[in-house]
C-alpha cells in the first residue's frame, strides 16, 4: 500500500502560507518547542526557555498560547489540522497512516510528551481533539442536534481505547508498522462514524 510521507516540517510551512505571520510566530514558537524536548524533559522546560530558544518576547509567547502545555498539545493539533485542509481525496487510512508517521518520526517528543499527567496531559488534550472531530462529523452528517446516547458513550470508548492503544504503541518502542497501526486503527471505528468519514 502506498502513502504519501509528509513531514511535520513541511505541513507546518503549508499552514504558514494560509495563515500568514501569526502561523509563522507559532511555527518558530513550536519549533523551540521540539527542539528543547530532544534535550530535556517537559517538567524541565519552561517558558522563558523557550523564548530564549525561539527569541521571542514572553508578551508574544503568550499572545500565541496560555502556557507550555497548550503549546505542546498545538504542535499535535496543527499537523493533523493541516493534514485534513490538505488531504482531500476522503482516504482515511491514508490520514491515519500519516498521523502514525507523525508521531513515528517524531517519537521522542510524543514519549515525553505523553509522560505529562493531569488535564493539561497531552492524552486529555488527545481524547478531546478525536471526540470533537468525530462528533461533529456525526452531527454533520446526520439531523441530529447533540449525540444521542448510544452515540456519545461509543464514541466515549471509542477515544478513549484509541489514546490507550496509541500510548503502548509509543512506550513500547512502536512495535508494529505505521502501516499496521493506521489500517487496525481505522478497522476500530464504529461504523457509525466511520460510514460518514
Not at 504558514?16 to 527542539?35: H, Q
Not at 503502548?168 to 457509525?192: H, Y
Request: positive net charge; hydrophobic residues 35%.
Amino acid at each position: 500500500m502506498y502513502y504519501c510521507s509528509i513531514s511535520y516540517k513541511s505541513m507546518i510551512t503549508f499552514h504558514s502560507r494560509i495563515g500568514g505571520k501569526i502561523m509563522d510566530t507559532k511555527k518558530i514558537i513550536s519549533d523551540s518547542m521540539f527542539n528543547l524536548m530532544k534535550r530535556k524533559s517537559f517538567e524541565n522546560i519552561t517558558v522563558q526557555m523557550i523564548i530564549d530558544e525561539c527569541k521571542v518576547s514572553r508578551s508574544t509567547f503568550y499572545r500565541y498560547f496560555k502556557d507550555k502545555y497548550e503549546l505542546m498539545n498545538w504542535c499535535y493539533q496543527a499537523y493533523v489540522d493541516t493534514l485534513l485542509e490538505k488531504v482531500h481525496n476522503g482516504n482515511w487510512k491514508e490520514m491515519l497512516y500519516l498521523i502514525y508517521q507523525f508521531l513515528y518520526e517524531n517519537h521522542i517528543y510524543f514519549e515525553k510528551a505523553s509522560k505529562v499527567q493531569g488535564d493539561n496531559s497531552f492524552w486529555s488534550f488527545l481524547y478531546d481533539y478525536a471526540y470533537n472531530f468525530y462528533k461533529n462529523i456525526y452531527l454533520k452528517n446526520t439531523n441530529y442536534k447533540s449525540l444521542p446516547n448510544e452515540a456519545r458513550i461509543t464514541l466515549e470508548f471509542t477515544c478513549m481505547g484509541a489514546n490507550y492503544i496509541v500510548k503502548q504503541w509509543l512506550e513500547n518502542g512502536r512495535i508494529e508498522s505505521v502501516s499496521e497501526m493506521a489500517e487496525l486503527t481505522f478497522k476500530l471505528i464504529p461504523d457509525m462514524y466511520r460510514k460518514y468519514l
